[in-house]
């Protein structure tokens, strides 16, 4: 299976590379980083890069392709190179996928006309805005367009897929491999639980 | 707060990105990924490469240090010029830490000599040959040295460590921005409950 990650400037890193991470240690499975041309692409901090290795051109029919997300998302959505590519890559994909505000980067290619889908907290009420309708879990599949919430929650996403594009046991061995058994400190990570003051302060932080 | 990430070939990608996320998401601080020589640095799987923005030598004296784990490490605890940066910046951080294997790192540098760590559950009990005692818990505090199990603790790692280096209100708020309310498809990240079968598939993966 090769996954290709659209970069764009100032994606969110965890949204790309929680989901790299694991799809990338699944035997088989091929991940390659694309941008409209190749070369380093920033982060929202500014303060991280990842190298496209391959331009738009170079990759125009992976078998799944995962949109990020982070504040860059409002520019996306006006990138008609991006746009177009997601839009032809779409139509032969097995799977196309999102995390955080990546869906609305997919909804402006105009992907998720009548479908379910999620996206960051913040953001995931204004869904219905590109057409789809907003389902208030961690992860939603709809057919063959899966999109998770906000940033971390690429690596839940990664997981429950790959055990339905893959096998169950691939996933769980993934996810040992990553030690991934969370202990997060707080129990704060759920914004229908959270304070409104933490809430704003949450979204301060983003941009 | 000034937080250099040192990466070296075929460090794992989470390792890295999960504890950057985090952090560069607090007010005030700032992450710089660092190397021998500035420029992208490729992954353990070969598909991903993030760029250092700064030598060693450019940053001396950072306030942290954050060391990646992953197969490359095996290199990593014989590259003096790495060692040389960690020891003398270790003697100036606030905070000396590290993600998975980078333990290890720490450890050739010899600055887990007498002290509590850990690492990713494959090599965690080979800690007594750099001089450290082995902790099984997935965030070890001694003193200003913080080391985390595999790969997805660095999460925890920085929101733990964040709360405790600045205060637990941000660690709370940036763990909202990030949506880390997690929810894996298994309960199959923790080793001392993975079959036998499935922890030998898992380090298969790794390497």
Redesign the interface.
């Known amino acids: 299976m090769h996954v290709a990650i659209p970069l764009y400037p100032r994606f969110?890193?965890?949204d790309a590379?929680?989901p790299?991470?694991v799809l990338?240690?699944?035997?088989g499975w091929?991940?390659?980083?694309v941008a409209a041309v190749p070369g380093?692409v920033i982060d929202d901090?500014a303060?991280?890069?990842?190298?496209a290795?391959a331009s738009f051109a170079d990759l125009p029919r992976p078998d799944m392709i995962l949109v990020p997300g982070g504040p860059g998302t409002q520019a996306a959505t006006g990138d008609q190179q991006l746009l177009s590519w997601i839009r032809a890559a779409h139509e032969h994909t097995r799977w196309t996928t999102s995390v955080?505000s990546g869906s609305f980067v997919l909804g402006a290619a105009g992907v998720l006309a009548g479908r379910k889908a999620t996206s960051?907290?913040g953001w995931a009420e204004q869904l219905p805005a590109v057409g789809a309708e907003h389902v208030k879990e961690?992860?939603v599949f709809d057919g063959k367009i899966v999109t998770a919430?906000?940033?971390?929650?690429g690596?839940?996403m990664a997981?429950?897929f790959l055990?339905e594009a893959q096998d169950?046991?691939t996933?769980?061995?993934?996810?040992?491999?990553?030690?991934?058994?969370?202990?997060?400190?707080?129990n704060?990570?759920?914004?229908h639980t959270?304070p409104a003051f933490?809430?704003e302060?949450?979204?301060n932080?983003?941009f």
């Open positions: 969110t890193a965890l590379v929680g790299y991470t990338a240690f699944a035997p091929t991940v390659t980083f380093p901090k303060s991280l890069a990842i190298t290795t955080c960051h907290w961690r992860v919430a906000g940033i971390s929650s690596i839940d997981l429950t055990a169950e046991e996933a769980r061995t993934v996810q040992l491999a990553i030690e991934y058994d969370p202990q997060p400190p707080f704060a990570g759920n914004p959270a933490r809430r302060a949450a979204l932080l983003i």
